[in-house]
């Protein structure tokens, strides 16, 4: 029965980082190319008389910088495990250790 229920823990585990990375990055950059949108103001919104808001352009560098950060963490994961380290978050900052 443990065995199970190990089993269905790192599916668990899978569901979650399928559902953050595979639809959750796109969301999330989605946001932030309306934000944009609504940022820019004029014919950029449903609006023709709307106006510039500096509120959606700085949501929207926040939107990019996650989705940047994710990626670049993805690639250092990628590249650390291939050069025989391991990306560790012992203080909530990655950091490598030789495995």
């Not at 823990?9 to 990375?21: D, I, P, R, S, Y």
């Not at 700085?58 to 380290?85: D, E, K, N, Q, S």
Request: hydrophobic share 60%; net charge positive; charged share 10%.
């Amino acid at each position: 029965m443990s065995q199970v229920w190990l089993a269905l823990q790192a599916g668990v585990q899978v569901l979650f980082a399928a559902l953050l990375l595979g639809a959750g990055l796109p969301a999330i950059f989605a946001l932030g190319m309306r934000s944009l949108a609504y940022g820019a103001g004029g014919t950029a919104e449903v609006a023709m008389d709307s106006k510039p808001r500096p509120i959606g352009k700085v949501l929207a560098a926040v939107c990019f910088g996650v989705v940047v950060a994710a990626i670049l963490l993805g690639i250092t994961w990628i590249v650390a495990t291939g050069m025989g380290y391991s990306l560790v978050f012992d203080h909530l900052l990655p950091s490598f250790r030789k495995k």
